[in-house]
């Protein structure tokens, strides 16, 4: 295995779309990445779907295609409460910007990872074939996917 | 607590500059993200001074500014070995490119934690004032910093 991409991938992952942290409060979680690192806060919702609260943080003056950081606050039991209970707070997810979900899941076999409104409104999916331990998103499309 | 980051910050970070996994095989697990998210091997180092291994991802045409991939291998036994012994192979720690790390620490009040020399031959430093549960590092300065 030497690692070489497909020479023609229909769907390939664009950029790092985000990085997201689990917290019990994301207010409080934020307070040591906007102010011991300066990032500030561009974007806090709630995401009816998924019934958590996500808090957007970007550090100022970010490059276009730049990653942002999240902080995944469960609003109800779910996937990130019981995460929550068993690993306490930390690294919850990566997500890599699509050009199109819907047909990522597709291309790759994945019909059965379920496409959700996430954070921004825009369409969503944790791949089931995610490596265990590892949670895996992708998003798109999405602005400057 | 608002949220809102200091007005003159003389050290803030600038990007994401990767997200990391720990695992007991690079190659092993660099199979999934090279295979099924497409993304291509840009670079497989070791790092002496922190006895792992490295290896790089990106997604294809990444954009400058974007947030590069990791996986991390321990080499020997250390904090990372310790870290998969405890909670097993999954996301690891987030990195933010600073215009020089040395200053970062200076003006943060962290001279505590310890600069060293880690991929691509960067001044590396994971903040001991990070929160519970998380790994926060930082690398500078880095090109495209």
């Keep these: 295995m030497t690692g070489n991409p497909r020479t023609e991938d229909a769907a390939p992952v664009r950029r790092i779309d985000h990085v997201a942290i689990a917290a019990h409060d994301a207010d409080a979680a934020a307070q040591y990445y906007e102010g011991t690192?300066?990032?500030?806060?561009?974007?806090?919702?709630?995401?009816?779907?998924?019934?958590?609260?996500?808090?957007?943080?970007?550090?100022?003056?970010?490059?276009?295609?730049?990653?942002?950081?999240?902080?995944?606050?469960?609003?109800?039991?779910?996937?990130?409460?019981?995460?929550?209970?068993?690993?306490?707070?930390?690294?919850?997810?990566?997500?890599?910007?699509?050009d199109d979900a819907a047909a990522f899941l597709a291309a790759r076999g994945e019909e059965g990872s379920a496409l959700f409104t996430g954070g921004f409104g825009l369409p969503c999916a944790f791949l089931g074939s995610a490596p265990e331990g590892m949670a895996v998103e992708i998003v798109g499309p999405a602005p400057g996917a």
């Design 37 to 98: 690192l300066g990032m500030r806060r561009v974007r806090d919702e709630e995401v009816a779907g998924t019934g958590s609260r996500l808090v957007w943080l970007e550090p100022v003056g970010m490059p276009v295609g730049g990653a942002r950081f999240q902080i995944v606050q469960p609003l109800r039991d779910g996937p990130v409460a019981e995460f929550l209970a068993r690993r306490g707070e930390g690294l919850h997810h990566v997500c890599f910007a699509v």
